[in-house]
């Protein structure tokens, strides 16, 4: 049995394209690609990675267009090497030239692999700060409140005071019933 080329691809969310990856790898010479839009945080959460493992067999060459597109920490590249290593299998990383054939190789994919966090840790620190700093400017984060606070006054005195039932309540303001008893309780604190 010859060895396969065997490509993975993957974007973070469904509004990103696999379009220019897949040409990649295509072009590269894979024979079997496997592709998802998930978030890349572990590996264990991303079904065509597991499988794309699985399917590899001794001597075959595993190619990414880059390191991050596999793993985003370096806990996750380790593991994902050490079974490549058990199996004897190859990786290719297009973009950044590695090849874990020769040990320059190797050294170059753990070292990208730990920037690759280093990177993804700050990015994580920023958007944070950013968070904070919405927020202490009164930025709101979150769906919009189905009802304003009038709205909810309303809804108390339609219930106390004319006996409207949460279901015809909930009809009246275009609401489900779990919006009106939100509705009921946060009301005195408007």
Do not use: W
């Amino acid at each position: 049995m010859s060895a396969a080329i065997v490509g993975y691809a993957r974007v973070s969310s469904t509004g990103q394209s696999l379009d220019v990856q897949l040409d990649k790898l295509k072009g590269y010479g894979c024979t079997k690609i496997f592709s998802e839009k998930r978030s890349g945080r572990q590996a264990d959460s991303r079904p065509a990675l597991q499988e794309c493992l699985s399917f590899l067999r001794e001597g075959d060459e595993l190619v990414i267009t880059k390191l991050d597109r596999m793993a985003r920490s370096v806990l996750d590249l380790a593991k994902i090497a050490d079974q490549l290593r058990k199996k004897d299998v190859t990786l290719k990383v297009v973009d950044q030239a590695i090849n874990t054939s020769s040990p320059e190789g190797k050294l170059m994919f753990s070292l990208l692999g730990a920037f690759a966090e280093f990177e993804n840790d700050i990015r994580s620190e920023r958007q944070a700060d950013g968070i904070a700093k919405a927020k202490q400017k009164g930025v709101a984060f979150g769906r919009k409140r189905a009802l304003t606070a009038e709205q909810c006054k309303r809804i108390k005195t339609l219930r106390e005071e004319e006996n409207f039932s949460v279901h015809q309540l909930a009809e009246r303001f275009h609401v489900g019933s779990a919006t009106i008893y939100r509705a009921l309780q946060l009301a005195p604190n408007f």
